[in-house]
């Protein structure tokens, strides 16, 4: 069965009333039976639409004769009795938007202290992680002078080497031409003779 649904608002403008008009005219059971609710929105069935539109059309005509007698009372207690039911359904309905409403803050604080809760783990991490990266700085600097004091240390023990090396070449050396400068006297002396 396809029913032709419209919402509130689309109601409310074709009839040329607010939303909350059509909402303290309508009772809790008449809600129950009229109306039905996609996500955000509720929709009003055709026997709605049609029991709205009367409900609006003889309240029409009750505010044109209420304005003309001013003093009008109500007809009978029965009247009296559908008007205090409708200020009774208005304060159910509107107890029940409260409570909606409070539901709704009361689950957006406990989002905020979980959000709250996250931003402090992620703000302890990054701290956490700066000091490590710090001290990894630190102990790479510690690393490279370690390092430069083992290359001196090599590099004298090489030059070291290479210095020995060197006096014991020259050394040679001067005792060969030490010899050789003998050998050279004393043959130079024997040739002499």
């Not at 032709?4 to 809600?31: F, M, P, Q, W, Y």
Request: proline share 1%; glycine share 2%.
């Amino acid at each position: 069965m396809s029913e032709n649904l419209k919402t509130i608002r689309e109601l409310a403008e074709e009839l040329g009333v607010s939303k909350t008009a059509i909402n303290k005219k309508v009772s809790d059971s008449e809600r129950k039976q009229w109306f039905s609710k996609n996500g955000n929105r509720f929709l009003v069935n055709e026997n709605g639409q049609k029991a709205i539109r009367t409900m609006f059309s003889s309240g029409i005509d009750n505010h044109k004769s209420k304005t003309e007698n001013t003093y009008q009372q109500p007809e009978s207690k029965t009247e009296n009795f559908e008007n205090a039911n409708l200020k009774h359904s208005d304060i159910n309905y509107l107890n029940d938007i409260i409570k909606y409403q409070n539901a709704q803050i009361e689950d957006l604080k406990e989002t905020k202290s979980q959000h709250f809760k996250q931003l402090n783990q992620m703000q302890n991490l990054l701290d956490q992680q700066q000091r490590l990266a710090l001290q990894d700085k630190k102990m790479v600097e510690e690393y490279k002078a370690e390092i430069k004091e083992l290359k001196a240390l090599n590099m004298s023990s090489q030059d070291i080497e290479k210095e020995d090396l060197f006096q014991k070449e020259t050394a040679v050396k001067n005792i060969k031409e030490a010899t050789q400068q003998r050998n050279n006297k004393w043959w130079h002396f024997f040739r002499r003779n």
